[in-house]
């Protein structure tokens, strides 16, 4: 610390009333298309992110109705194709990924004790290229002309002989934007991490949450741009006749590479976030240290950096050179370290403590038991032989889901009731809460178990039905009931949030008596976040405060515009102040200018270059100074 | 809650940070790993689908002529230079070299681009032909409207500069360009290795 004057900070209302001016977002109607507070972005992320899971969720129900009963006529084969595959591109492209960033992004700046994130306008940009990106999704799937290709796409099925129509350009053209969107927060949550956290909050004092975030990042960064290249070939494949994927001359297999290259992180991309929810969670429910945290940093790092080696376990049916196949099952066995370290320390964080079983750490010990049946069928399919005997049959089914359900979403659903206080000032019900838990979870064993087996007993994934005779019926039938149950659970968990808005009971600034420094401001926080940026000694900053008498704080951030503080990247150290931009419509703007360069491409070869154009007068609205003289004035003095 | 304490006066702290000190600085550099991830993804499709072809460039392609890309590529690697003479002396409060800097640079990535257009006008095969065509034309497609927003993005500045709207504290948007800048240059020696000096070798 620069200097140790002890002044006491004192509250003038004059200030909180500057504060409150220049850091609220505009009412309104038009006032909605022009906030960029991260609170305003995170939350649209999060109740975004929800809409889809709700409609990815509806039509995996339709799916299981027509499994239901052999040889059902309930859908068409067309519609089947349709539905498993926007079931499949809304659950991993609209649903998992924005959600985690929307916690993120409401989240972290929080717990990092600063007032925004780095780029605002460019979080508002990546939310309105996600609604469009989604609404465009939906919107073919209404006009009956969804892709039908399954989410991954493959050409020669995916190219413009085998699929026309427009289902596959839609695909190409929402990859690519969730891609734009995911890479923007990306960036942003990286540089907030790098640069915002509050004096003190060196590196190794950082919560696992926010360790989480920063791996889950990174691991965007990478993962997504081959993705984005690989749609954006595809889309030239079907639209100028280029020969990328072409059999014979292309090769589809390149598709799968880097489509792969990019997917297995992407279940990573998803469970990592998860991973830093539990943390968070066990540590509040337990009251106490978390067991391990260097060697829980160390194997979040591990796992982003395994995650990259694995893609090829994805094709092994392909036929890969012997060699290469050994070395990805070696690979593939391998992750199982860093997430049998995780679970330990998990374990020896709980053991001998009295922890309050409320509703998150329920859905946490919920996610315990998933998620080794999840591993154990994995670490089966990561061997070569073994995989190609279930390859594209139930087995898999139930395997991922077992993954994506227990990995991601319990521990999701445990950081939704765990941070609904901060976000809306009220608790949800606790017996609505664990009612809707055991709901979902004995809904979610009985609907994905059974699955094991009849991928066993050969039956193939996304085929529209099945024949009597094969005997899979009983099975299907009580899969489907299951299914049903498990949806009751789920919607249990919505009601829940929707009658906590108003009849919750208030949490208070910290219900849980959590650690971190998102619970050390008010619920929900005002608009810039604290009143005071708190300083950090330890790694447990509201616990350490308790023990004290006074909370040391940094005062002279400007309250008379938008500013917070800059500090250094690993020790936290302050160099400086930042100002930050307001309300603006340009990201939206932006948002559609590039919309119509992408989507146009669909219809004419002329759009991308429109959209270039737009782009550019909406990139130049953005940046362009707005009083050059006023601030010139400013600056030099 | 128990009271606060002031331990820290930022009023004191400056209200500009430089490179690595400033947030839009990490924000770039983002960019840059992005984009290098996307070339390199590019780069790594083309010896792919070479894998595929007994002869690469295939049949009937002539293999690429080496003297004007290299030309080309020498112009692009000059127009770096007035950029960095107007970023190093604003550092030191010269605002002259940024009126003047970035024109000759915008000058030089046009002539690069023109070359471009010129080269590929008759280059004897389209994204369409075969999967080499394809592969070369978006690499160099991609690039080049990297180039052209580069341009653009120059020129704004450029505005800016003649407003006298930057100085020494406030260089930030002049640095930061200038590091975009210096990536399209840069990343377009590893491209033009592949496709033309790779091609070149390959097909003997
Ligand atoms: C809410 C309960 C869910 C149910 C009942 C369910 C059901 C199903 C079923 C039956 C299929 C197989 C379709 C077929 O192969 O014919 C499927 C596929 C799939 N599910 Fe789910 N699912 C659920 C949630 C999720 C979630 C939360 C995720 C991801 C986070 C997810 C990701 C996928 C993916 C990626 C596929 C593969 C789609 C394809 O084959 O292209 N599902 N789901
Ligand atoms: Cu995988």
Redesign the interface.
Known sequence: ?????????IDSSEEIRLLTEVWRSPPGFFGWFTHVNQTSVGKRFIITGFVFFILGGVLALLMRLQLATPENEFLNPDLYNQIFTMHGITMMFLFAVPIMEGFAIYIIPLMLGTRDM??PR?NAFGYYVYLIAGAAMYLSLFLGMAPAVGWFAYPPLADAKHSPGMGVDFYATVVTFMEISA?VA???L???I???RA?GMSLNRMPLFVWSILVMSFMI??A???L???S??LA??RT?????F?PG???PL?WQ??FWFFGHPEVYIIFVPALGMISSIIITFTRRPIFGYTALVLSLVATGFIGFGLWVHHMYTTGLPHLAANFFTAASSMIAIPSGVQVFCWLASLWGTRPRFATPLLYVLGFFFIFVIGGLSGVMVASVPFDTQVHDTYFLVAHFHYVLIGGAVFPLFGGLYYWYPKLTGRLMSEGLGKASFWLTFIGFNLTFFPMHYLGLQGMPRRVYTYLEPLGWGDLNLFVSLSSGLLAVGFLATFVNVFRSLKRGRPAG?NPWDADSLEWGTASPPPPYNFR??P?VMGRYPLWE?LK???????????SDRR?L??T??LDAH??????MPGPTVWPLLLALAVGIGFGGFIFHNIFPVVG?ILS?IA??GW???RQ?AR??RE??S | ?????????????????FE????LW??II??I???A??FA??VA?FF??RS?FPQWPPDGTRSPELLKPTLATLVLLASAIPMYWADSSLKQGKTFPLKVGPLISIALALVFLAMKVVEYRDIGFR?????Y???V??IVGFHS?HVL?LV??TA?VTT?AW???F?R??RI?VTVNGLYWYFVVIIWIPLYMTIYWASYFLSN
């Open positions: 610390m620069t200097s140790h004057e002890r002044i006491q900070a780095s780029f460019l890479l990306a960036v942003e990286i540089v907030t790098f640069k915002q004096p960064v990478f997504m741009p081959p984005m290249v690989t954006i070939m030239l494949d100028v006749g280029a020969h990328f072409t001359s292309g090769d390149l590479h880097l600034d005071y940026i300083v405060h004290n008498q006074e909370v040391p704080v940094v005062t002279g951030i400007r500013e503080l800059v250094s990247l302050p160099e400086s102040r930042s100002k270039f550019f990139i130049v940046f362009w100074p050059l601030e010139a600056e030099s | 809650m128990n009271g606060t304490f002031s331990v820290l006066d930022a009023s004191k702290l400056p209200s500009h940070a690595h000190r400033s947030p990490w924000g983002g960019l790993v992005i984009e991830t996307v993804s590019l499709s792919y689908l595929n994204w369409d032909t075969h999967a065509g394809s592969v034309w978006t409207a927003a653009l993005k704004v800016l407003r006298n709207y100085n504290k406030r948007g």
